[in-house]
């Protein structure tokens, strides 16, 4: 497992991160998973054999039970607070009433301490807000969060699903009024699916911030559970819920590149969808989720993966983005001025 620093810090993540969206299966989380206690603490602990020091959840996964149970593995399995760093999430709605969700300074506060109590924690590694709220100030966002780095909260702050001029606003407030700045952005991000490159990678370039990558298998359809000529598995998770959006004609292309790929390498699709994140620059961590231990351990297997200049470059052809205005406009001009 290598450890890779968290943006402009140097706080240091593995290369893997364990995602809880499968720990609970409340309401409409069910659809993604519904693991025990028992189950949680199994995946924990091979994770931090593994060498993973990372574990994202968020308040609203399982209405505030995968915090819970993420807490209480943490505990159940002797871990040392200060060996993980632990992120969660603030923004969607966790109660009724107009107050209920966003990103206001009377939510946010009031959440931080709701999930310090669930994950029965002093402090949060990784504070991250979970979206946009157009409804509140994106000044009062930042400054309650500067608050909660002040207090001592919260040790780190970032986002998640923000477009880059929502970054950009953000990063200049914090930089001109010398607040905690986001020092990393939680994103989709996969061979099925790479619009991340159009304007957002190069912002995290920029600005040095760090790229935590979710639904890295394009919710289970990089998995190797879906082929061109077959049907999926039953129970599947894209069966009972069809997210992220993908254009599964381009994906099915990947796939069959990565089919043949994998039987050269001895390596399941997965783990070399998994390895091709791995080896973007511009990535800190690839979040993993898993409902079986047998999963996840094929998942960790993706960092042994080490694919040759040719491997990747037929991977980037077949997978590559259809060229936008003003991407194609700026490419054509700025070419006598490339770096």
Partial sequence: MKYNLLGNTGLKVSELCLGTMTFGGQGFWTNIGSLDQKAVDE???????AGINFIDTANVYSEGLSEELTGKAIRNLGLKRDELVIATKVRGKMA???NGSGLTRKHILHEVEASLRRLQLDY????QIHGYDELTPLEETIDTLDMLVKSGKVRYI???NLAAWHMMKAVDYSKYNRLSRFVSLQAYYTLAGRDL????????????????VWSPLAGGFLSGKYTRNGAPA???RRVAFEFPPINKER?????????????????????LALA??????VVSSVIIGAKKVEQLEDNIKSTQVVFTEAELKTLDEVSKLPSEYPHWMLERQGADRKK
Avoid: T
């Avoid at 995946?43 to 054999?49: A, M, Q, R």
């Avoid at 091709?276 to 620059?281: D, I, N």
């Fill in 197 to 212: 490159e159009r304007e957002i990678v190069p912002f995290l370039k920029d600005q040095h911030m760090g790229l935590m």
């Fill in 276 to 281: 091709w994140l791995l080896h973007q620059p």
């Fill in 43 to 49: 995946l924990v602990s091979h994770s931090v054999n």
């Fill in 158 to 160: 970032g986002c998640s």
């Fill in 234 to 236: 039953e129970g599947s």
């Fill in 124 to 127: 949060i590694d990784l504070y």
């Fill in 96 to 98: 009724d009433g107009p």
């Fill in 251 to 271: 994906a099915y292309d990947v796939i069959d590149v990565l089919e043949k790929m994998a039987k050269e390498k001895g390596a399941s699709v997965a783990q």
